[in-house]
């Protein structure tokens, strides 16, 4: 019986997080309310914050789901690529169609808004929480090609990550931005970008 009740909880979670990022999409993050959301999932308000605790809370989960399932992608297909700019170009790739296939581009674009527009409500801050974890395990990934030998030993993988991390937030707000998206543009210009940030400016 605990089982066939657990399993009812997860399908009841998920379909209280399917609808508010239907609505999300439809509507936008900031006019959609919990009420709307509950309507939507056949469920009651109350039902709702039972198992989230805020429509940040189901935006935020997307997010996790999105990269996790995208950094286990990384992990078992970066150590095949011996050019180590085609490693970080197909982290940046799996990070962006995972994101792309967890919430619709709409979403995206207006929480990168909140987030990098200085947005002062709790969406921001708790977004932050979760970048920095992703930017650790960025991290991690850089720290395998930096033990294959295929970055430098003094490297900074920390600022690396962070410059990676923050330069793929800019990318994929002019992306969700664009109408149409334009995903061969797009990582055109992030393979260009990021082998001038591991090539480095310095005339040698």
Request: net charge negative; charged share 30%.
């Amino acid at each position: 019986m605990s089982g066939l009740r657990e399993r009812q909880k997860a399908m009841r979670r998920k379909a209280i997080g399917d609808a508010g990022v239907a609505l999300f999409e439809r509507q936008g993050f900031d006019n959609t309310t919990i009420e709307q959301i509950a309507r939507e999932a056949g469920v009651s308000a109350p039902t709702v914050f039972k198992y989230f605790g805020s429509k940040q809370e189901i935006l935020l989960e997307m997010l996790q789901k999105a990269d996790e399932s995208a950094l286990q992608d990384a992990r078992e297909h970066m150590a095949e690529l011996d050019d180590p700019l085609d490693a970080l170009c197909y982290l940046e790739q799996v990070l962006v169609d995972h994101a792309l296939s967890m919430l619709p581009a709409p979403i995206w674009h207006e929480l990168l808004l909140h987030v990098l527009g200085g947005d002062r409500s709790d969406l921001p801050e708790q977004y932050k929480r979760h970048n920095e974890a992703l930017q650790h395990e960025i991290a991690s990934l850089l720290r395998d090609l930096q033990a294959r030998g295929k970055l430098r030993d003094d490297l900074d993988v920390e600022l690396a990550a962070f410059l990676l991390n923050d330069y793929s937030h800019l990318q994929l707000l002019r992306l969700t931005g664009s109408e149409p998206l334009d995903l061969e543009q797009h990582r055109r210009q992030v393979r260009l970008t990021s082998g001038l940030i591991l090539q480095g400016m310095i005339a040698r």
